[in-house]
């Protein structure tokens, strides 16, 4: 079985485009032009303001299939969101007015079949639009409040999901429908032959939009989300503390913070005395003494203590 090759950050770009001429367009919608010379991936990348991991990702993937990008937190998604809006404007600006022009120009308009092809296309066309239309109103600029560090209400990635329709069943009729349309006039036969051709470049064009969507884009999203909301959390903490006073801190013992800790991490007073190499007593005096000068008396108040003063990080607490 063929092994299919990963292309890394040194490989030269001309080296990429030859054995996958395909790319040509992914490689616009990142805001990279031809005439790049010998230059490597990583020059051009970073000659253009493209995040380099993040084009090899989605390069990598348009050739060699799924890849699991659930915990990839290289990502960026600043990155992934230009080359979709680019991608967009493609699709919506020149590819699909340019396949309806071949097909008008090959079609009789006056033929009741080539009618329906054409009507076929505009429906297909419609509903294309429209969806990439609601990404660019609803889903783009939400991503762009998240990368500001801004949450929406009522909204998030898989909201988006769920509206991430597939289009196949109107293509399929319509393929179906050009490939029985065979007028007996050799040019004008051509003529639908390349149109066909085009629609299914077309077809697999948006299928690895849609798939690096699904399998990049969205998972970085929700990445995103993730981070804002433990953002969110970690700011609630210092402020609620901070409301009471932060001063208290330089009241305790060292003594007395390492007990804190200990609660922190679960351990029962048997265990921290062990820990601490001190006896059961001086642990339950510890503990008097502590919730005295802070007046808190509860585990989780002494967990929002500990995260808000650093003596134990927010990642090693569960939320």
Same mark, same amino acid.
């Given at each position: 079985m063929k092994t299919l090759k990963m292309y890394e950050a040194s490989d030269k770009m001309v080296t990429l485009m030859r054995d996958n001429y395909h790319l040509l367009q992914t490689l616009e919608s990142f805001g990279i032009h031809l005439g790049f010379g010998d230059k490597t991936v990583k020059e051009m990348c970073e000659e253009n303001n493209v995040d380099t991991y993040t084009f090899l990702a989605v390069v990598n993937y348009t050739i060699n299939g799924h890849t699991d990008f659930n915990d990839d937190a290289q990502l960026d998604v600043r990155t992934l969101l230009h080359y979709l809006e680019a991608s967009h404007t493609y699709f919506l600006d020149y590819q699909l007015p340019t396949i309806r022009k071949k097909l008008g120009d090959c079609l009789d308009s006056d033929n009741a079949l080539g009618q329906l092809i054409i009507k076929f296309f505009d429906d297909y066309a419609r509903e294309i639009q429209r969806h990439m239309r609601y990404e660019e109103q609803t889903l783009f600029p939400y991503v762009e409040a998240l990368l500001n560090?801004?949450?929406?209400?009522?909204?998030?990635?898989?909201?988006?999901?769920?509206?991430? &329709?597939?289009? =196949?069943?109107?293509?399929?009729?319509?393929?179906?429908?050009?490939i029985k349309y065979l007028p007996s006039d050799g040019k004008t036969n051509n003529k639908l032959m390349a149109a066909l051709?085009?629609?299914?470049?077309?077809?697999?064009?948006?299928?690895n939009h849609a798939n690096v969507e699904d399998y990049i884009f969205t998972p970085a999203i929700r990445r995103l989300e993730n981070q804002l909301k433990q953002d969110k959390v970690t700011q609630n903490i210092s402020t609620m503390v901070n409301k009471s006073g932060n001063d208290n801190n330089d009241m305790l013992s060292d003594r007395e913070r390492e007990v804190?800790?200990?609660?922190?991490?679960?351990?029962?007073?048997? &265990?921290?005395? =062990?820990?601490?190499?001190i006896s059961v007593n001086t642990v339950i005096t510890h503990r008097r003494n502590i919730a005295r000068k802070l007046q808190i008396h509860s585990p989780a108040g002494l967990t929002v203590y500990a995260i808000v003063n650093g003596l134990v990080d927010i990642s090693s607490v569960k939320l």
């Open positions: 560090g801004e949450a929406k209400k009522n909204y998030n990635v898989d909201t988006f999901s769920k509206h991430h &329709e597939s289009t =196949d069943r109107v293509l399929i009729e319509l393929k179906l429908m050009v051709y085009d629609i299914y470049n077309n077809e697999e064009w948006l299928r804190i800790v200990s609660l922190v991490q679960g351990m029962a007073n048997k &265990e921290i005395a =062990d820990h601490l190499c």
